[in-house]
Every structure is written in C-alpha cells, then in structure tokens.
C-alpha cells in the first residue's frame, strides 16, 4: 500500500507570481492568500504576484510568503481529499508542516516567521556572514574542513545536510571563503558560494533564536494530527517549541528526514511549493521514490492522478 509525504521547501525557492493560478481558481487557496493580508496587515498577496524580485527575496518577506503559498497548495490538497501519512518541510518549511498538521493556525505561522525572518536578518550585519554548497564531500571530511577553517579564519559550520554528496555550509564570511579553499583541495567537485543575506542555520543565529523563544510562547500549539518530521532530528517532532527554536541555529538534517521516510515505507512524495528543488533532493536519497511537484493547476491534477491511481 502506498504511504504518501507532503514535503515544504524553504528560502529560495520564491518567485514573483508563484500560487497565482491557485489563488484564481481555488476558492480554499484565495481563503489562505486572504488570511495572510489580515494576518500582516498589508497587502502582502500583491506583493507575492506583482511585486519586486528583490522585495520578496528579503528575508521577512520571503518567508511568510512562502508559507502562504505552501499552505495554499496544502489547503487544496487537502479539500481534494488527500490525506497524507507524513509531513516534513525544509527549514521553514517546517512552519507550513505543522500547520498542515494542525498544530498551529496558519495566521500565527505566517505572523511567527515574519518575526523569524525579521530576526535573522538582524542577526549578522549584511556581509559579515556567507553560505556556500559543497558538493562531492563526504560529511566526516566536510565537518574536519569546517572545523579547521573555523581554527583558521572564523566560525563556519554544516548547515544542509540536503542528500548524499551535497551540504551547505554556513557561518561568518572569512570561515566560509577558508572552508571553500580547504574543501577544494579536500577533493570536493564544486564549492559555490550561495546568494544568500545571512549565515542560516549556524551559531551567529543563535541571538534570533533567542527572540524567536518569545514568539513562539505567544503560540497556540494543538496536538499533531499526522506526524511532522523535525529538521533538527530527522524524528517526528515532539517538543515543537524548542525544535523551532533550535532550527534556527542547528544544521537541517534534510538527508536524515528523507531517510527515515523512506525507512517508515514512505514511497510518494509530494513537493507543496513553487518549483522542484525538494523534488530533486528525495531522487538522490531514493532513486525508486515517486516524487510530485505541486505549484499549479496541471502539477496538481497530475499529483492527485498518480495518488488515486497507487490507491487502486
């Protein structure tokens, strides 16, 4: 029997205009672009579909518009009855996870990150701090390359475990330059310094997380109604507060989290989200995986083709 994963991505993956074709023609997907305007007090759905590129690519824009998009994919997954075994989302992807679980409303999602990514912003001034994708490294010789060039330079750390042969690496921006050098002549096959405006998912986040421990006190949290595999565990989430909290400074253990899927009979995967980059990551975990993209109109109906057609 089928078992089926609803996965979220994370930073990155915006794009103007993306949920759009949803937003038209689902009334399930208009409720939740709806809600997020309120919720902000702006009109944050302009924004998504008419706005700047470099607008929505700042950090505390990005990241409650993507929940938004996530969450509209899901509530119409859903509506079409889909009824999925696991969730899990990449980074802040875990926050449309839980809300597809039920453990948090949407609205206190979408006004949580917007304080998440408020906060990681001012973190690390803008060009003190560097991410960079290693790939063609085994993990034990990325973590000897970050430890030395944390000695040599500055603090830099594994950030993504993202699949075999392909880690982020994350810290200040001397650490990361000395880590790029230290992992090219470790063998790595590329080493490419990512666009990104701070060290996600390393140490100097941990005063974000600080303030994020506020916030999240402030939030509902109800029981999990399907299983939300944590970043920081590749285990369902227990304790979410302190998870969420955690993640903001702690590697994503997105390999692991696909791993266990795999592991728990998980052989559909459905990507809730504009574009395929989780898509891409679960084939270099499982090439055997059926993996569906969801982010318009003939994704979805392709993806709830495949699902009813497993069932029977």
């Known amino acids: 029997m089928t078992k089926i994963a609803v996965l979220f991505p994370g930073q990155g993956s915006q794009a103007i205009g993306m949920g759009q074709e949803l937003f038209e023609s689902h009334q399930e997907a208009t409720h939740i672009f709806e809600a997020a305007d309120k919720a902000l007090g702006e009109p944050f759905t302009n924004k998504i579909f008419n706005g700047e590129e470099d607008e929505l690519k700042q950090t505390a824009n990005a990241q409650p518009a993507l929940v938004t998009v996530g969450v509209a994919i ?4 859903k509506a079409k009855g889909l009824t999925p075994d696991f969730l899990a989302g990449h980074s802040l992807g875990e926050y449309s996870a839980l809300v597809a679980a039920g453990t948090m409303s949407f609205e206190d999602a979408v006004k949580a990150v917007r304080a998440r990514g408020t906060y990681m912003e001012q973190a690390v001034p ?3 701090g560097a991410m960079a994708a290693i790939l063609g490294l085994g993990r034990e010789e990325l973590v000897q390359v970050t430890k030395q060039a944390t000695e040599e330079a500055g603090v830099v750390e594994p950030a993504n475990f993202n699949c075999p042969g392909q880690i982020v690496i994350s810290g200040s921006a001397e650490g990361v330059e000395r880590a790029i050098e230290l ?6 096959r590329r080493a490419l310094p990512l666009n990104v405006s701070g060290p996600f998912h390393s140490s100097l986040m941990k005063p974000a997380a600080l303030n994020m421990r506020d916030v999240l006190q402030t939030i509902e949290l109800s029981e999990q109604q399907t299983p939300v595999i944590a970043n920081v565990t590749a285990k369902p989430a227990d304790d979410v507060r302190d998870l969420l909290e955690k993640q903001i400074y702690s590697p994503v253990l997105w390999e692991d989290t696909i791993s266990y899927l795999v592991d728990q009979g998980v052989d559909t995967f459905i ?3 504009p574009g395929k980059v989780l898509s891409g990551l679960v084939k270099k975990v499982s090439r055997r995986a059926t993996v569906l993209p969801v982010y318009d109109n003939d994704t979805l109906e392709a993806a709830l083709q495949v699902v009813e057609e497993a069932k029977s």
């Open 74 to 77: 899901w509530s119409v997954l």
């Open 126 to 128: 803008n060009g003190q």
């Open 183 to 188: 992992a090219r002549e470790a063998g790595a």
């Open 271 to 273: 990507e809730a989200g």
